[in-house]
């Protein structure tokens, strides 16, 4: 019994199913389609969906907290608190982990925070034939957010700590025949925090939604008499998701304060 | 050995990052639960640290994945 569901489950995954089902390749909700072509001195720079949706969460997250301040009452409604609440966390996370002068870099950390949250909201909206698309499952897209991170943070600590920025690579308290392999394996571990901080976010979003669509692709598959099972799981993949795109915007901009600190404070170590 | 059927067994080999990230996945939280009945009240300021700790090592074990897939859609 078990066997035939996972037998079918399989069939209708591959290229029988794929027909039957409506041709459901997991990979194909990834595909950039250019809605406006722009050409620019041999730079495509098109309009493309990815663009799409940067605008629109752009959009949203603008309308959500003007509409939110509407009022910028001393005594808050609802939707000022939800404003407000969004506010401190961010604040409250940078206040913990780069201290007071971390302060400075507040607006830089919001916005990457908020910029990726809502990216990741909006990838899960389920539209049917447009196709909600998740930008930030694409790793071009997150590496350039983490690569503005790395030299933002990079740049912040030369030009505040001068050659005192150096000192982040040569921890204190380690014994003196150590420190040449100590220093290198520093050097290596910093240089790798762009890629690091890129990839999470683009495995976790790509990862979760090519589960999405095999899964639904299972369902489809399966049709009214075992589609039900695959379908109560997907309810369960749908929640994790939302909370993975809480999750991972947090880890980013946590770490992306962390980075700060540790770059403002580079000549205490 | 035909280098189709060796793509998709690297793929498969590649995943096996993911025994790693289950077994940090499950330390980190025990760790916190341990920690947690232990001292229920400063439990709650740790938990940020918890969501950290948890992001971090489920990533790196998503770094296998991404190999596996790097592996399987680009060669």
Redesign the interface.
């Known amino acids: 019994m078990i066997d035939w569901f996972f037998i079918s489950a399989a069939q209708a995954a591959t290229a029988e199913g794929k027909h039957a089902a409506g041709g459901v390749n997991p990979?194909e909700q990834f595909n950039i389609e250019r809605f406006v072509p722009i050409h620019v001195f041999g730079v495509d720079a098109s309009f493309t969906n990815a663009a799409l949706w940067m605008v629109m969460a752009t959009a949203v997250v603008t309308l959500f907290l003007t509409f939110s301040m509407r009022h910028n009452s001393l005594v808050p409604d609802r939707v000022q608190s939800l404003g407000e609440v969004t506010y401190e966390f961010v604040a409250n996370?940078v206040r913990?982990n780069a201290g007071e002068e971390g302060m400075k870099y507040f607006p830089v950390i919001f916005t990457i925070f908020i910029f990726v949250l809502s990216l990741n909201l909006l990838g899960m909206i389920p539209l049917p034939g447009l196709g909600a698309f998740t930008v930030t499952s694409h790793i071009i897209v997150t590496f350039a957010l983490a690569l503005l991170v790395f030299l933002g943070v990079t740049l912040i600590g030369i030009f505040k700590n001068g050659f005192g920025f150096l000192k982040l690579f040569v921890p204190s308290g380690v014994p003196a025949w150590l420190l040449p392999l100590i220093t290198v394996i520093e050097i290596i571990s910093y240089l790798t925090r762009p890629i690091?901080l890129s990839?999470?976010l683009?495995?976790?979003m790509?990862?979760g939604h090519t589960m999405l669509a095999v899964f639904g692709s299972f369902v489809v598959g399966l049709g009214i008499v075992g589609g039900w099972l695959p379908l109560l799981f997907m309810v369960f993949i749908m929640g994790l998701e939302i909370l993975v795109a809480f999750?991972?915007a947090?880890?980013f901009a946590?770490?992306s304060c962390i980075y700060l600190a540790d770059a403002l404070h580079a000549s205490d170590h | 050995m035909d280098p189709a059927a060796a793509k998709l067994i690297g793929a498969g080999l590649a995943c096996f990052a993911l025994i790693g990230a289950g077994l940090g996945i499950g330390n980190i939280f025990g760790s916190f639960l341990a920690g947690a009945l232990r001292n229920p009240s400063a439990a709650p300021g740790q938990f940020p640290n918890l969501l950290l700790g948890f992001a971090l090592a489920e990533a790196t074990g998503l770094f296998g994945l991404v190999v596996a897939l790097i592996i399987l859609f680009v060669f």
């Open positions: 990979m996370m913990d690091s990839v999470r683009f495995a976790n790509m990862a999750l991972q947090y880890v946590v770490l």
